[in-house]
């Protein structure tokens, strides 16, 4: 059958996160974590970020039903002090566990101003926008950082060495405001792009996936790795490049964790990932008076929206505008699921007995 010829399914959030939590709990996750879980992955579907959202619920299940992640681990102290914390989260189910090492972090930051904390054995945490806001909806500044299994080459290869390697930042922008939020892979796209290049069976932007052979391809089905941010040395692929190495080496050696070639990709679920994780936030009030702070951010980013455009430009977005505008409009209208990752939500529903909503 056609993708075409296939349903597609529309569904409001809260429903999403229930069928969510009640395919995870059926996978042994506590009602709890399954709940937490369900929300870090609606979120984000509600972003617009459709390619780390319930079409990743079978990749979790997948990990879960085959003992790779264990869904009873909890996060354990290794170091802290009054600023800092390592975590542990014995190979857990990163979609509740991380939220809860940034609830951990917030804590710490609320009461000494700023807190940095490490989280070393752990499994895929979705997207990392969902823990700086966290953050940042309390009032706090705040970074993210995960590695992953080796997706990427390095400037000048052909083999891959590093993972994707997001990078999330935070700040609230005031009262009744939505945080600045940026959240970007330091590759030249996110795998994600690829999972849905090959579900809609359209073609991806040249220069960002190569083939087995390393040569650029197009076609999602060929892809196999790709570029680091920047595309080419000539376009400055060598600077994503450094920044995906100073994500691995937080999240790695400083976190006690592993690293590029040494990671499982969430793709290839033959091993338990051992990932890392980086968590950071501070009060805005330990630097600056929050209200004049929110006011300058207000006006910085009006600037960057009242640029006069480039010829075939309607409008110059400011870093995050795409994101607000996808979770007020899904918030209303509901969360449109492809007709692929609706197949598979529904064959999670029939084997799980969890009806699926859309």
Known sequence: MSTAARETATVHAEPLKEFAAGVLAWCGVSPDHARRAAQTLVRSDLRGIQSHGVARLHLYVKGLQEGLVDPHARLTVVRESSSTLVLDAHTGFALALAPEAMDRTIAKAQEHGICMTVLRNSSHYGIAGGYVLQAAEQGLGAMSMTNAGPLVVPTGGVE???????????????????????????????????????????????????????????????????????????????????????????????????????????????????????????????????????????????ELRSTKTAEGWDQVLAPGDPEIAAERYHAVHGITLDPVVTATLRGLAEQSGVPFPG
């Open 160 to 302: 891959r060495k590093f993972g994707t390697n997001p990078i999330a930042f935070a700040v609230p922008t005031g009262p009744g405001q939505p945080p600045f939020v940026v959240d970007m892979a330091t590759s030249a796209v996110p795998w994600g792009k690829v999972e849905i290049a090959r579900r809609l069976e359209s073609p991806l932007p040249h220069g960002v996936a190569m083939d087995e052979e390393g040569n650029v391809t197009t076609d999602g089905e060929e892809a196999v790795s790709l570029a680091p941010l920047g595309g080419s040395r000539a376009t400055g692929g060598h600077k994503g490049y450094c920044l995906a190495m100073i994500v691995d080496t937080l999240c790695g050696p400083l976190a006690g964790s592993m690293w590029g070639t040494h990671l499982t990709s969430v793709f290839k679920t033959h091993d338990r990932s051992h990932l890392g994780q980086f968590f950071l936030a501070w009060r805005i009030d330990a630097f600056r008076d929050p209200e004049e702070f929110a006011a300058d951010v207000q006006m910085m980013l009006g």
